[in-house]
């Protein structure tokens, strides 16, 4: 396979959607606040926001893994494609024409704020948006990957200003296996810092986490011709396409905001004694960065208040991203009862 193929290969295997469905509303702005960081002390930060969907609706905050940003879907404002499109518009599982949805920028994605970011920091910058925009409580926070981490710590120390929580591959503290693969995606990253290597480093990182968030049996069928040599040199039928991931990222992530938002994952930690708000756990049953058992454990501590759904996905960690039927099967039971809402074709 040539590079030219290998790019037309989609790096996150997104579900389609129908780009005439639109959210009339929408509105992005960035306000500046005083935030005392878990680890780091008292920093001014300047938070991201973006909200759209019916204005005066209940309010739903999503968010997701590291590398999400606040645009979750297209709107009328704001036309470019978002992260989450599968699940986020108008007749979808989180309907903007029956709530407003609110999202930030993670703390540290520019880069800026090179000091220790904790999941806490980013839940208490998701609540100080909520008084910016005068919202007392939000009806739900959907968090996928890190939002979920996110979520929990939201869910602790914000309880009376969120009515349910939905998290999705995500647990109370990273698993030691997970926690391992992301500090050698950091060595790489911090062996080349200001050198010419850097930008390599970062894409070699992001393609050693691409093998994290999807499966060998996705691999296996995607990938299955022989490994062969290329001017000497054997190559994986996956290289070219790992490559193209990893070069993608790179070219549009800080080097500093990858370090500070991965060790962010690793030292999340929250007590689950602190958490009484109703929650869902959503657990894929193939995925290799949050084990399934993580989560039941979750919901042994959580007990009464909590509900684990389990489904399986060959995509392992990004089927939030992929299986748009089963996630918008779950999210809409979560948010609405047994209510049956659309699904992004």
């Given at each position: 396979m040539s590079l030219s193929e290998a790019a037309s290969l989609s790096c996150t295997t997104y579900a389609a959607f129908d780009a005439a469905s639109l959210s009339p509303l929408a509105h992005r702005d960035i306000f500046s606040k005083r935030i005392a960081l878990r680890y780091s002390g008292e920093h001014d930060v300047s938070i991201a926001y973006e909200w759209q969907g019916n204005p005066t609706a209940p309010v739903v905050i999503i968010a997701g893994g590291i590398s999400a940003n606040r645009h979750?879907?297209?709107s009328t404002e704001y036309p470019e494609r978002g992260w989450w499109e599968a699940q986020v518009?108008?007749?979808r599982a989180i309907d903007t024409n029956r709530f407003r949805i609110l999202a930030i920028n993670w703390l540290g994605h520019e880069g800026k704020l090179d000091v220790a970011i904790d999941s806490a920091d980013q839940a208490d910058a998701i609540a100080a948006t909520l008084d910016h925009l005068n919202i007392k409580t939000a009806t739900a926070f959907v968090g996928c990957s890190y939002g979920a981490m996110v979520g929990l710590q939201f869910a602790a120390r914000h309880a009376a200003r969120v009515e349910k929580l939905i998290a999705i591959s995500g647990a109370d503290v990273a698993h030691p296996y997970s926690s391992a693969w992301r500090a050698l995606q950091r060595n790489i990253v911090r062996l080349n810092r200001d050198s010419e290597n850097e930008t390599a480093a970062l894409s070699i990182a992001r393609q050693l986490a691409m093998l994290s968030y999807r499966t060998?049996?996705?691999?296996?069928a995607r990938f299955a011709t022989p490994v062969q040599l290329e001017n000497d040199i054997a190559r994986s039928p996956a290289e070219n396409y790992l490559e193209v991931c990893g070069n993608k990222y790179a070219a549009i992530t800080n080097?500093?905001?990858?370090?500070?938002?991965?060790?962010?994952?690793?030292?999340?930690?929250v007590d689950a004694d602190n958490i009484t708000t109703t929650t869902t756990l959503v657990a894929i049953e193939e995925d290799r960065l949050v084990p399934v058992d993580t989560l039941a454990a979750l919901e042994q501590k959580l007990g009464s208040r909590c509900r684990l759904k389990r489904i399986h996905s060959v995509f392992g960690h990004d089927a939030f991203l992929v299986e748009s039927q089963q996630?918008?099967?779950?999210?809409?039971?979560?948010l609405h009862g047994n209510a049956s809402l659309g699904v992004a074709a």
């Amino acid at each position: 396979m040539s590079l030219s193929e290998a790019a037309s290969l989609s790096c996150t295997t997104y579900a389609a959607f129908d780009a005439a469905s639109l959210s009339p509303l929408a509105h992005r702005d960035i306000f500046s606040k005083r935030i005392a960081l878990r680890y780091s002390g008292e920093h001014d930060v300047s938070i991201a926001y973006e909200w759209q969907g019916n204005p005066t609706a209940p309010v739903v905050i999503i968010a997701g893994g590291i590398s999400a940003n606040r645009h979750v879907s297209l709107s009328t404002e704001y036309p470019e494609r978002g992260w989450w499109e599968a699940q986020v518009g108008p007749g979808r599982a989180i309907d903007t024409n029956r709530f407003r949805i609110l999202a930030i920028n993670w703390l540290g994605h520019e880069g800026k704020l090179d000091v220790a970011i904790d999941s806490a920091d980013q839940a208490d910058a998701i609540a100080a948006t909520l008084d910016h925009l005068n919202i007392k409580t939000a009806t739900a926070f959907v968090g996928c990957s890190y939002g979920a981490m996110v979520g929990l710590q939201f869910a602790a120390r914000h309880a009376a200003r969120v009515e349910k929580l939905i998290a999705i591959s995500g647990a109370d503290v990273a698993h030691p296996y997970s926690s391992a693969w992301r500090a050698l995606q950091r060595n790489i990253v911090r062996l080349n810092r200001d050198s010419e290597n850097e930008t390599a480093a970062l894409s070699i990182a992001r393609q050693l986490a691409m093998l994290s968030y999807r499966t060998p049996e996705e691999f296996a069928a995607r990938f299955a011709t022989p490994v062969q040599l290329e001017n000497d040199i054997a190559r994986s039928p996956a290289e070219n396409y790992l490559e193209v991931c990893g070069n993608k990222y790179a070219a549009i992530t800080n080097t500093t905001a990858f370090l500070r938002l991965s060790e962010s994952i690793d030292l999340h930690q929250v007590d689950a004694d602190n958490i009484t708000t109703t929650t869902t756990l959503v657990a894929i049953e193939e995925d290799r960065l949050v084990p399934v058992d993580t989560l039941a454990a979750l919901e042994q501590k959580l007990g009464s208040r909590c509900r684990l759904k389990r489904i399986h996905s060959v995509f392992g960690h990004d089927a939030f991203l992929v299986e748009s039927q089963q996630i918008a099967e779950i999210l809409s039971d979560a948010l609405h009862g047994n209510a049956s809402l659309g699904v992004a074709a």
